[in-house]
């Protein structure tokens, strides 16, 4: 009988933080260890962390019922280019998420997120593709969050918060919330600085850093 087959993508410093998450999520359905892997298209010797590190053409080659990946890497359009590549092969996108996540009432994630521990969605909620959400990120109620979006650790994002696809949130960042009808958006493809705070709307592409959050690069 051939078995689903499970993949963090990126056995760098991203995989390296969800693959856990990955193996405690298959505990939780009874899936055996031996069936997740990491794949990496630089993927060295041996193992990292205990799990085999296989090239995605490996991977596909291995017998299995259904393949899921979760693509582990920070940098939004790499994830893009591996999402469609998946897609191309029939690979699902695979949601991982650490077991004290917490998510309240109508919230929708796109498939492939990668929801780090400690995350709270509170209610209202949709979020696209291949989210990230790094340790302690938050999103408050009625945001709206597009695709290959990425958070890094401690993301506030307050209530009313609209965040096109490509955007990435630095650390500790703090979101102003915006107004029911008049949310606050964060352009596509916009960076928001470490510890920045963002009580403006921030231009699709533009670097916005400091307190309050300034324009250091414009889109
Ligand atoms: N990588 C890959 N295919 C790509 C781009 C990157 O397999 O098209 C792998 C790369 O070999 C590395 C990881 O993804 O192992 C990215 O690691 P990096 O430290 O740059 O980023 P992070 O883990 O912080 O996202």
């Given at each position: 009988m051939t078995l689903p087959l499970f993949a963090v993508f990126g056995a760098s410093g991203c995989g390296r933080g969800i693959m856990p998450l990955a193996r405690s999520q298959l505990e939780r359905e009874d899936i055996a260890a031996?069936?997740?892997?990491?794949v990496d298209d630089q993927p060295g010797d041996g193992l990292v962390n205990g799990h085999p590190v296989l090239r995605y053409e490996e991977f596909l080659q291995i017998p299995a019922s259904s393949r899921h990946i979760v693509v582990a890497i920070a940098n939004?359009?790499?994830r893009e280019q591996i999402a469609t590549r998946c897609l191309v092969d029939g690979v699902q996108q695979w949601t991982v998420a650490a077991s004290n996540v917490v998510v309240m009432d109508d919230v929708k994630v796109g498939d492939g997120a990668a929801l780090?521990?400690?995350?709270?969605?509170?209610?209202?909620i949709r979020i696209g593709k291949c989210f990230h959400a790094n340790l302690y990120s938050y999103v408050e109620h009625d945001c709206v969050i597009g695709d290959f979006v990425t958070f890094a650790p401690g993301v506030k994002?307050?209530?009313?918060?609209?965040i096109e696809d490509h955007a990435?949130?630095?650390a500790g960042a703090v979101i102003k919330q915006g107004k029911p009808g008049q949310p606050r958006v964060i352009g596509r493809g916009a960076l928001v600085g470490?510890?920045?705070v963002v009580t403006r709307d921030v231009p699709p592409g533009t670097t916005v850093v400091g307190n309050p959050a300034k324009t250091?690069?414009?889109g």
């Open positions: 031996e069936r997740l892997v990491f939004s359009a790499v780090s521990p400690f995350v709270t969605l509170t209610s209202n994002c307050n209530g009313n918060v609209h990435y949130i630095g470490m510890g920045a250091f690069l414009k």
